[in-house]
């Protein structure tokens, strides 16, 4: 199922320099959020819960996530170069297995570590603020990085309709339309995190078991019908 | 043996017609994929390779579906036509890449750097490379695996005379060697040069099928159109017509000129210039008013 190869064209190709540079980007910039606010307001369990939850969760995280997600396919099938992957006896299945596997991974590390050193700065993990977020955050990956690859698979304009997603959906629609709220993952990744959080310090819409039933199922699917996707992936000249 | 089978194969975009109804067989040896750009060739190598399903027919490969059978790739060697690879890897690490992918190691990629001769330039990146730098490494990549079907698309675009000839006789080996090599191209002289069978395919028709000489013949037997200015356009005219080796001659006013259609282009060679010394007629300009690789081409489908 998990190829190393296809993993280390991937991470190569996520990691180039350009790339690294835009995934690093955001995660900074919320760590200078967390010190300023700290500097200014002081160490404030509402505060960080605040930052965490309306600037690494809502919008980090799965910015992040498009980027690595569809990063992980789609720049190979716009260039044409995934025919050297496609021109193997590999089972397009494990092709993207191997590259949801690495697009988790890096949303991970570039989201879950910031959000966690955030949540330090910020209250020192009062409340338990801070780890709740750094779970929500690994949650959130890995229902990000199975959707936008298959949007990344799907589609040409995969950053595009992701950031859309991510920003005008999960934010703002999502804030109007109380429905939207329960096909979030966004929500579904708090309701982890309310778990881990002292208290009511960390609230969702959506209730545990929904949440992790919705989170499953978006995975499992989204990965499934992303191999079926390639499998049937055509390679036609250029106009 | 390894035989690629094109049966009553299809392709459409929207309302374009790609590939139109093609049926060949492909059999060891070298052959050739000759036709005008937007012929079609492309299409039709990249249903040979499973890369794009047909709208109608099947392609297959000693009797195996191509497409949506991955496992058929273990028999095939792919050079595409579009230039991008994985620039950031050298040239090494992605032949090695591409070998891993087959369940190989880094001496099969080794053997193939060697090959196409690439191994002075192995540890460099593939950003740097030079056009024929990476269709060799792009050949290798086809070859770690020792297929027996090798596909090319167009692989002697934008290769210098040395890198087109040690690409042709590396071919020519692979084709000696039993191995079924087709490539396409849409010049002539290299088709001719490097192909013990054409296939010809103009507007997504089947043309013309043959070895170099029936290809050749087909060519040259054609009607040749001749653009003719004169001294006396009227009198050439009449004496020319008289003679068989002229099918047709059209007086074009707004040029000042003659349109000869001459079917013996031998004949008609030796005849011009007598019919005009016999005459006392001058002769301005004589130029071949259609020699374009497309007209010839468009003469075939007609055919
Ligand atoms: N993906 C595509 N979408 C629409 N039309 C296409 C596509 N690919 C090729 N075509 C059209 O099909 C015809 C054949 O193209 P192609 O196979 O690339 O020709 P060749 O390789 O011989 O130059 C052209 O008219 C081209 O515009
Ligand atoms: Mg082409």
């Known amino acids: ?239 | 043996m390894t035989t690629l089978s094109i049966d009553h194969v299809s392709r459409w975009f929207g309302n374009v017609v790609a590939v139109n109804d093609i049926t060949m067989t492909i059999g060891p040896g070298v052959t050739g994929l000759l036709g005008p750009n937007g012929a079609g060739k492309s299409t039709l190598i990249n249903m040979m390779a499973g890369f794009l399903a047909p709208s109608t027919g099947s392609v297959t490969l000693d009797g195996q579906p191509v497409w949506r059978n991955e496992r058929i790739y273990r028999h095939i060697g792919i050079v595409p036509e579009r230039e991008a690879m994985y620039d950031f890897l050298t040239g090494r690490e992605f032949v090695v890449a591409n070998a891993e992918l087959h369940g190989l190691g880094a001496k099969a990629a080794q053997k193939a750097l060697a090959t196409v001769e690439m191994e002075y330039a192995q540890d460099r990146k593939i950003s740097t490379y030079s056009k024929g730098m990476r269709q060799r490494v792009k050949m290798a990549s086809a070859l770690v695996h020792d297929p027996s079907l090798l596909l090319l698309d167009e692989p002697f675009n934008g290769m210098d005379p040395r890198q087109r000839m040690q690409l042709m006789d590396l071919l020519r080996r692979m084709g000696d060697e039993g191995r079924t090599v087709l490539f396409s191209s849409h010049i002539l002289e290299e088709v001719e040069q490097l192909a013990w069978h054409i296939e010809v395919v103009v507007a997504g028709r089947h043309a013309a099928s043959g070895d170099f000489r029936k290809i050749r013949r087909l060519m040259t037997d054609r009607p040749h159109r001749y653009l003719v200015r004169s001294s006396d356009d009227r009198a050439l005219a009449a004496a020319l017509i008289a003679d068989p080796s002229t099918s047709g001659i059209e007086v074009d006013l707004a040029e000042g000129a003659l349109r000869v259609q001459a079917v013996d282009f031998g004949r008609f060679t030796v005849l011009l210039p007598r019919v005009a010394r016999d005459h006392g007629i001058r002769l301005h300009t004589v130029s071949p008013s259609d020699e374009s690789l497309e007209s010839v081409f468009s003469y075939l489908v007609a055919a």
């Open chain 1, 1 to 239: 199922m998990y190829d190393p190869t296809v993993a280390r064209l991937t991470y190569r190709a996520l990691l180039g320099r350009r790339r690294a540079l835009i995934l690093g980007a955001l995660p900074l910039l919320l760590l200078v959020i967390a010190a300023v606010v700290r500097a200014l307001a002081g160490a404030d369990d509402q505060t960080a819960v605040n930052v965490l939850g309306g600037f690494a969760l809502a919008t980090m995280v799965p910015i992040i996530g498009v980027i690595a997600g569809t990063g992980a396919i789609g720049p190979e099938i716009d260039d044409g170069s995934v025919v050297y992957l496609l021109s193997k006896p590999l089972k397009r299945p494990t092709i993207i297995f191997t590259k949801l596997i690495v697009a988790i991974a890096v949303t991970m590390v570039f989201s879950a570590v910031p959000t966690l050193l955030a949540g330090l700065i910020l209250n020192g993990n009062g409340q338990q603020v801070a780890v709740a977020y750094t779970v929500a955050a690994l949650v959130a990956s890995i229902a990000y990085a199975a959707l936008f690859l298959l949007l990344g698979t799907v589609s040409r304009h995969a950053v595009v309709f992701g950031l859309v997603y991510a920003l005008v959906w999960e934010a703002l629609f999502g804030s109007l339309v109380p429905g939207a709220r329960t096909l979030s993952v966004q929500q579904w990744s708090l309701a982890v995190a309310h778990k881990v959080a002292d208290g009511d310090m960390v609230t969702s819409d959506v209730a545990l078991p929904t949440a992790t039933v919705l989170l499953v199922m978006v995975t499992v699917l989204a990965t499934w019908y992303a191999g079926q996707k390639l499998r049937s992936l055509t390679l036609a000249g250029e106009e």
